[in-house]
């Protein structure tokens, strides 16, 4: 087994949602390049308490409110690493380059115009995407539109259009009327690729069913956000493969729309997320409640249909 050098890691926000990242010294591993700050955990240490060493010495900031984001197993030429990232959302102090080094508070739509290490790739699109990811799946399109603006006033920045029901000319009218509605409120809408004239629709992502995923070879272009529907390891190391920025993996729990699929369970679900390296959404029979427990497992966070409208 190789061995791993485990790395605390901060995505740092602050009150307008920008994201502090570092230059790496050109003499360092990985030199020249951007990163998330952190380093090393040392013996003893637990993540949290490596991270809180770590920024106030780089940084000179005091941890406040921190959750677990992301795990990143990562093989370099020359090092191992094994990168645990977390979000932390509170500090005190003025961050400032304690090491002499430069950094920087960009959007998060900013963080893929610097060149970071490989290995922090997936970090970039779990720092942008939200916890929450619901699902359009009416029979109609007036329901699709009140659905819409349902999940859209309660908040939610990801919605994937799963309205394979409608005609080709209803999914049109819908993606001209939805656009508008979701850029208003600052949300992403991807569409499924099962629903009818997906790859010419224009929206922001498209989200692929797991036939689809295993049919290609690369990643679908012209999209801000490409994502797939997995259910096994299999479909899981695809997604990686071809560079997805997120997947979903159901069905985590029972539901009432696949009552003859046995779930998998949040034991299967933890052993599924902790051997990627890709941010995961846990779907299927999701409540709000089951949020933390989603996140406590290594999940992005949930996804589902009911729990959002």
Request: include cysteine; glycine fraction near 8%; charged fraction near 20%.
């Amino acid at each position: 087994m190789n061995k791993y050098l485990q790395v605390a890691v901060g995505v740092i926000k602050d009150k307008t949602g920008n994201v502090l990242i570092s230059l790496r010294h050109d003499k360092a591993h990985q030199g020249g390049l951007w990163e998330f700050p952190g380093g090393k955990v040392e013996s003893g240490e637990t993540v949290e308490q490596a991270l809180a060493r770590e920024l106030k010495e780089e940084l000179d900031i005091s941890v406040g409110d921190l959750s677990p984001l992301i795990q990143i197993k990562h093989q370099y030429t020359d090092l191992n690493v094994l990168l645990d990232v977390w979000t932390v959302s509170s500090f005190s102090g003025q961050a400032k380059g304690c090491e002499g080094q430069e950094i920087k508070w960009v959007s998060q739509n900013e963080l893929s115009d610097y060149c970071f290490p490989e290995a922090n790739i997936p970090i970039i699109a779990a720092a942008k995407l939200p916890a929450e990811y619901a699902i359009l799946n009416a029979g109609n399109l007036a329901d699709c539109i009140k659905d819409l603006e349902i999940i859209l006033n309660k908040g939610i920045k990801l919605i994937q259009a799963r309205i394979k029901l409608l005609s080709a000319a209803e999914v049109n009218q819908f993606i001209e009327l939805a656009q508008p509605l979701c850029q208003q409120q600052g949300a992403q809408l991807l569409i499924n690729s099962a629903v009818a004239n997906a790859s010419q629709l224009r929206a922001d992502g498209l989200h692929l069913t797991s036939t689809n995923l295993m049919a290609l070879t690369e990643r679908p272009s012209a999209y801000s956000w490409v994502a797939a529907s997995c259910h096994n390891q299999q479909e899981l190391k695809q997604a990686e493969k071809i560079g997805l920025d997120f997947v979903v993996i159901a069905p985590v729990l029972a539901t009432q729309t696949h009552p003859d699929t046995e779930p998998l369970g949040w034991n299967v679900f933890r052993e599924l997320v902790s051997s990627a390296n890709i941010p995961i959404y846990a779907l299927g029979g999701m409540q709000p409640e089951h949020l933390q427990l989603a996140k406590s497992s290594g999940a992005q966070g949930i996804a589902g249909i009911s729990c959002f409208n």
